[in-house]
C-alpha cells in the first residue's frame, strides 16, 4: 500500500482507504446522515472524495443505485479500491466536472443528489498552494450555482437536494436553490455546544417543490447524544 494510505473502519463491515490528502470530516458524516437516502433508491452524490457518503449508505442499504461523481483522479483511485474491498457492486464512479455531465449521466430521474462543497467562497481567504486542497476547500473547480444547476438536472420531479455548508452562505443558497427550482423545505443548524454560534448548516429542498413550507429543526448540538448516536457504527467499529 503507498506511503499515507490507510483503511479505516466505518462500522458494519465498511471500510475506507483514505490518506493525508483524501480523508474526510464530521460534516460529511452528518451530511450522509441527514440526507439518508429511503429503500432501493437512485442517487447521486456530487463531489464524493473517497467516498465516505456513498460507503455510509451502503452500510445500512445495500439495494440502492449509488452513483458518484468526482473531478479529482486521485480521490476516485482510493474510492475504487474502497469498493473493491469491499466487495461492492452497487455503487459506479465517475471521474467528471459536475458542471459536465451530460451525456454522463441520465437527466431527469434520480431521487436524491447530495453534495459537500467546497465552503469558501472563489477569491476570498488564503488559497492553499496545492492544487487539490484548493479544489476541495475553495470555489474555483464550481459554485454554489454549478452545484444545485446540476442537482436540477439530475432530479426527477418531487426529487431530494440535500447539502451542508457554512451559515455565512445560507442566503446564497436558498437563493441558488429557488432560482433552480429546488425549493428549500427543511433546514438545520449545528453548533458545538449551548451558548456557540452554529458552525454548519444541513438543507433539503424538493425539487418542483410548491413555495413556502420550509421546516427548520432542532438545533444539532455536536457534544451530544445524537451525536454518539448518528456516529453510531463508524465510532463503535473503533473499540472492536
Excluded at 82 to 91: A, F, H, P, Q, Y
Excluded at 216 to 235: C, Q
Aim: glycine share 10%.
Amino acid at each position: 500500500m503507498p506511503k499515507g494510505e490507510r483503511f479505516e473502519p466505518l462500522g458494519g463491515g465498511i471500510r475506507i482507504l483514505v490518506n493525508d490528502m483524501y480523508h474526510f470530516s464530521t460534516d460529511t458524516i452528518l451530511l450522509a446522515d441527514f440526507a439518508k437516502p429511503r429503500g432501493g433508491t437512485r442517487v447521486v452524490d456530487l463531489g464524493a472524495g473517497c467516498g465516505t457518503i456513498p460507503l455510509l449508505w451502503t452500510r445500512s442499504n445495500r439495494e440502492l443505485e449509488i452513483t458518484a461523481v468526482e473531478i479529482q483522479s486521485g480521490a476516485c483511485d482510493l474510492f475504487e479500491k474502497s469498493v473493491s474491498d469491499n466487495g461492492l457492486n452497487n455503487i459506479k464512479i465517475i471521474n467528471a466536472d459536475l458542471k459536465e455531465l451530460s451525456g454522463l449521466l441520465p437527466f431527469g430521474c434520480f431521487d436524491l443528489v447530495s453534495c459537500n462543497p467546497p465552503y469558501k467562497q472563489g477569491g476570498s481567504g488564503i488559497k492553499n498552494p496545492d492544487d487539490e486542497k484548493l479544489l476541495a476547500r475553495h470555489e474555483e473547480s464550481c459554485t454554489i450555482d454549478d452545484v444545485c444547476s446540476a442537482a436540477k438536472n439530475l432530479l426527477q420531479f418531487g426529487g431530494r437536494f440535500v447539502m451542508c455548508q457554512r451559515p455565512e452562505r445560507l442566503t446564497d443558497v436558498m437563493e441558488s436553490m429557488r432560482n433552480n427550482d429546488l425549493e428549500p423545505k427543511r433546514l438545520r443548524l449545528v453548533q458545538q455546544r449551548e451558548g456557540k454560534a452554529p458552525k454548519l448548516f444541513l438543507i433539503e429542498g424538493r425539487r418542483g417543490g410548491k413555495r413556502g413550507g420550509l421546516v427548520t429543526e432542532p438545533t444539532l448540538f455536536i457534544e451530544s447524544d445524537e451525536m454518539l448516536s448518528i456516529y453510531g457504527e463508524y465510532k463503535e467499529a473503533y473499540l472492536e
